[in-house]
């Protein structure tokens, strides 16, 4: 069992930066994969990004450029920098990880709100 916890969320302006965090209940090291995803009202969820265990990444084409993942192993965090907000990535944002057994885990989510 992994519990996440998502925070950082928050009302921006287009142009602006958030930074979103999840924090595991344990250590994240032996986890397969890691990732955001998100979804806005009325839509599916989609995939923001994801990690693998090897340190591969797998971006979106909409966030490339502007959104960076990172994790912190040692603090079993998994970070979200999101640079030059647009609208559309207005959404609430999920941070998953699967584990090495190929379970699913996911927090609850965190809304982003960015104005134009």
């Known amino acids: 069992q992994v519990q996440l916890v998502e925070s950082g969320g928050g009302l921006v302006q287009a142009g602006g930066s958030l930074r979103l965090s999840c924090a595991a209940s344990?250590?994240?090291?032996?986890?397969?994969?890691m990732g955001w995803y998100r979804q806005a009202p009325g839509m599916q969820r989609e995939l923001v990004v994801v990690?693998?265990?090897?340190?591969?990444?797998n971006y979106a084409d909409s966030v490339k450029g502007r959104f960076t993942i990172s994790r912190d192993i040692a603090k079993k965090v998994i970070n979200l920098q999101m640079n030059s907000l647009r609208p559309e990535d207005t959404a609430t944002y999920y941070c998953n990880v699967v584990s090495a057994g190929g379970i699913n885990y996911w927090g609850k989510g965190t809304l982003v709100t960015v104005s134009s």
């Open positions: 990690i693998t265990s090897g340190g591969t990444t």
């Open positions: 344990r250590s994240i090291l032996s986890l397969n994969s």
